[in-house]
């Protein structure tokens, strides 16, 4: 199993990136709030990992803390969630907001995310309770101070709006969010969207 990895981040390109390390050019699938966190390309980077095997595959999937490592790993155990749609879990909302969602039966907001039905969400909240404890009563998603913070609170909002995510992705790219809050970004990413269909 690939634990960690430790190298030079040489491409962003949601939800992949490519970590070098010692030579060797890992490509790794990583979820949004990690995207956030990524320092500009030719910047060192490390990440925590989990490997999935298949026949047919091998994914490599990474994560800015271990608390987001812990939580992908306990949704991938529940039947009919696999490492896609844990990532576009963990990428529609932080890891807290998630927490939230089990704790007060919230399946309404759980399937905004794109890729989880009715069905799905219910079976979240039902074997996730436990889960959550089992991981600690406070799951956090160590968000990063300022920009990026707002910038993945915006990422949820719009996801919640019913925008895909590599919509919303698109719309983030190209905005400035550093000393912005939240209502800012999702402003002008809207009104970038506008424009652009205008």
């Known amino acids: 199993m690939i634990g960690s990895l430790r190298g030079t981040l040489t491409l962003k390109q949601p939800p992949t990136l490519i970590l070098e390390v010692a030579g060797v050019g890992y490509e790794v699938q990583a979820p949004m709030s990690t995207f ?5 390309t030719g910047s060192a980077l490390s990440l925590y ?3 999935i095997v298949r ?17 992908f790993r306990s949704l ?14 963990l990428s529609g909302m932080s890891a807290e907001d ?18 989880v039905g009715k069905k799905t969400a ?4 039902v074997e996730m309770k436990d889960r959550l404890k089992e991981l600690g009563a406070t799951v956090s998603a160590e968000l990063p101070a300022g920009g990026a913070g ?6 949820s909002a719009l ?7 590599p919509e919303v992705s698109r719309m983030l790219r190209d905005i400035d969010g550093s000393g912005h809050s939240a209502e800012d970004i999702i402003r002008m990413a809207l009104q970038s969207q506008t424009s652009n269909s205008a």
């Open 49 to 51: 990992t989990h490997l």
């Open 76 to 89: 991938i155990r529940i039947s009919g969630v696999g490492g896609r749609m844990a990532l576009s879990i």
């Open 55 to 71: 026949e047919d595959a091998r994914e490599l999937y990474g994560f800015a803390s271990l608390d987001e490592r812990a939580l």
């Open 98 to 115: 998630f927490a939230g969602c089990i704790q007060r039966n919230d399946a309404a907001t759980l399937i905004k995310i794109p890729g």
């Open 159 to 165: 996801i919640a709006l019913g925008y895909r995510a």
């Open 122 to 125: 219910e079976r979240l909240i």
């Open 36 to 40: 956030y966190q990524l320092p500009d």
């Open 150 to 155: 707002a910038q993945q609170e915006a990422y």
